[in-house]
């Protein structure tokens, strides 16, 4: 392609999609040309963002349910306690609800594809910049080291055992060069370090922020404090968390309008960073919320809160996390909500499971399916620096990142916690890990919060994850199955890549 047309080429190629890169940045925009021009650098870093959400075509085929983004969330909530799958279902989230996980899942496999292809574009920029020329592109520069950092941090997480269960065990292929094919898994810890270097490298080089839907110096801090958590460096997460939250940046939604935080993820105070969606973005029926949710004839609606969720939420009704939660009621043929002989409305079901829909990935502007899903923000701050104090013994300061977010949930006096009333609990630690449970629900935290901790997943409960002769299901943390099976597709062309047992 021409030189003289190279910046409308480079426009087009975004609007048409950023599943065009693949070798080069994007088509006509060589790396030995990425550092002359910044509004190319700017073109090809939004590209790396949007192969988040995007439908990249794997294999000849696009799937509007294959976006790395909907794929993150389901594959790390659906494994949990959280959620209850009432039915059968062709969707490969079946498998990651279920823990019949298999080497071809299509969920998996694209989610691999698709991460080390984000990895892919960014190693390309960052190979092609150098660092100093302008806090433009130092900025620009930074927030690939930090895209590099969070999709290594993902993958490792699904495809590896937890850094607590052995840090010499088989990670990830860590990738830090386009030229890279191939390859042997480095181990857990060598992951994680590539993973700290690359954030605190971003962090130095980001000082011109671009807003809430692009990476920061501040979401280095946030990302850090939860990549020191699942690390066990309780002291690191304090001083990340801390770094955070005394910046002055973000603050907690109000009590009234946390609510509609979700919806309005993107203008919030509250968000560090989130994946910017418009309308020309949702997949309505591939969409994230979709099986959370169906209202007026859009979304599947087939996932549920689960039973122990709820009694959990329920211990406080006045919690204004319990809107979160959207029972459909069963109706009349004139629409008429029908209730019970003690006067409460009946929830409706499918196949015998209650409908309690959950609306963290609905209603933005108004669009049932449309949501900007949120990668992180302050109340998982707050949440990672109680666990971190609870596990070094200062519990005082751990309860009052509790309560803090339970106050702003609405709740006070005897639903607040202090070192002398722990209300039955055995640990300041089992506090938190509920606090983190009524606060993230279907943010992609829980399973990974069990199984870092060595904890049991207990899903004795009703759901298609039970099989009909079974009343219990408890999965033990040292399972093969809590994490997934790196994709045929890698085995088959990489001779010295080692399968998950």
Known sequence: MKKPTLIIIIAFSLLLSACELSLTPYDGMTKEKLSEYTEGTVYATNGNYAMI??????????????????????????????????????????????????????????????????????????????????????????????????????????????????????????????????????????????????????????????????????????????????????????????????????????????????????????????????????????????????????????????????????????????????PEYKTDPDGNILYDAQGKPIVAERNGYPKYYMTKFSYQDGVITLSSPVILRLAEVYLNRAEAYAKIGTDDKALEDVNTIRIRAGLSGEALFTTSNLQGYTSVLDIVLDERRLELFTEGHRTFDIYRNNRVMNRSYPGVHLDPEQNTQYIEPTDPRIIYFIPQDEILVNSEMIQNS
């Open 53 to 326: 959400k995007d439908v990249l075509e794997y294999k000849g085929v696009q799937d509007l349910r294959n976006t790395y983004v909907r794929h993150y969330f389901q594959l790390s909530e659906f494994p949990g306690d959280n959620i209850c799958l009432s039915g059968s279902t062709t969707d490969h989230l079946f498998y990651a609800v279920t823990y019949r996980h298999f080497a071809t899942m299509m969920n998996t496999t694209y989610f691999w594809f698709c991460g080390y292809k984000i990895i892919n574009g960014t190693c390309q920029i960052i190979e092609s910049i150098d660092e100093g020329q302008s806090t433009e592109l130092d900025q620009l520069l930074g927030e690939n080291y930090f895209l590099r950092a969070m999709i290594h941090f993902d993958l490792v997480r699904f495809f590896a055992r937890p850094y607590s269960q052995g840090k010499d065990k088989l990670g990830i292929i860590v990738r830090t060069s386009s030229d890279g094919q191939g390859g042997a898994r480095n181990t857990i810890e060598e992951v994680y370090d590539q993973i700290i270097l690359d954030l605190l490298k971003g962090a130095e080089l980001m000082n011109s922020p671009r807003g809430r839907s692009f990476t920061s110096k501040e979401a280095v801090w946030a990302l850090l404090s939860r990549v020191y958590l699942y690390m066990e460096d309780n002291e690191k997460a304090i001083e990340y968390a801390n770094m955070v939250i005394e910046s002055g940046l973000f603050q907690l939604e109000s009590t009234e309008n946390y609510p509609d935080y979700f919806r309005n993820a993107l203008t919030s105070q509250e968000t560090i960073f989130c994946i910017e969606h418009t309308l020309q973005d949702d997949k309505a029926f591939g969409a994230i919320g979709s099986m959370y949710l169906s209202d007026q004839g859009l979304g599947w609606g087939e996932i549920y809160a689960s039973l122990p969720l709820r009694n959990l939420l329920n211990k406080n009704p006045d919690d204004i996390r319990n809107s979160f939660i959207k």
